[in-house]
């Protein structure tokens, strides 16, 4: 079946370092992929999101870019904040009508000043 | 909008009870999903739902969770009964339209069973 695969955290970074979490996926057709982001004590929040290949998306300065050939959705941030804390997901959501939407495990990412 | 509304928001409970909780979507949307995060297991689908209908439960660990959705604006999740390892934050999320538009998520609700 589909599935989401992210790199195990947590990821500790200063203030104004460059940020990678790395994301592979598995799926038939051609899905949706997504970033969301978790603070804490609340619900998941999209972050971006591209829906076919080589699209990228991209949103308070994080991207990420939607590669068929690898099959990956690496998130990146040039510059990151402390108030980029916080736990991030990789999601799929399949290609078929009822769109069953999966998360990999979650990265947490703490970034110090 | 409100956005999805779960609740309660906490729940404590002795192992043997029966747990409900409650979820309501956005109004417009026609994807319900059931989730449970843990520390060990992440964020797991558990059901979802679409146009009321459920479309896959392979994810709901044992005949002890059941869901429903008796209309387009109210699902429940039940456990019955409950143990100790049921004990996680269960979120509810919706969406409109295709898979290509984002879920929204509710605070969750977090459970402990005693």
């Known amino acids: 079946g589909d599935s989401v695969t992210q790199m195990e955290g947590p990821v500790t970074l200063s203030e104004e370092a460059f940020l990678t979490i790395n994301c592979t996926y598995t799926?038939?057709?051609?899905?949706?992929l997504f970033w969301y982001v978790q603070y804490p004590g609340e619900g998941l929040q999209l972050l971006l999101k591209a829906t076919k290949a080589d699209d990228k998306g991209s949103n308070k300065g994080f991207e990420a870019t939607y590669r068929k050939e690898t099959t990956s959705f690496h998130l990146e941030k040039g510059s990151v904040q402390v108030s980029d804390s916080a736990v991030y997901f990789c999601a799929l959501s399949d290609g078929s009508n009822t769109g069953k939407l999966i998360f990999g495990q979650g990265t947490t990412l703490q970034v110090k000043p | 909008d409100a956005g999805v509304i779960q609740s309660p928001r906490h729940e404590v409970t002795e192992m043997g009870q029966e747990v409900t909780l409650r979820c309501k979507p956005i109004s417009g949307h026609n994807s319900l999903f059931w989730y449970r995060q843990t520390m060990m297991r992440g964020l797991e689908l558990l059901i979802y739902?679409?146009?009321?209908?459920?479309?896959?439960d392979s994810g709901m660990p044992e005949d002890r969770f059941s869901a429903k959705m008796p209309n387009a604006s109210f699902s429940t999740l039940k456990i019955q009964p409950s143990e100790p390892r049921d004990s996680a934050v269960y979120f509810c999320?919706?969406?409109?339209?295709?898979?290509?538009?984002?879920?929204?998520f509710g605070q969750g609700t977090r459970l402990t069973v005693v």
């Open positions: 999320a919706s969406r409109q339209g295709s898979v290509v538009h984002e879920a929204f």
């Open positions: 799926a038939t057709g051609y899905p949706s």
């Open positions: 739902f679409n146009n009321n209908v459920p479309i896959d």
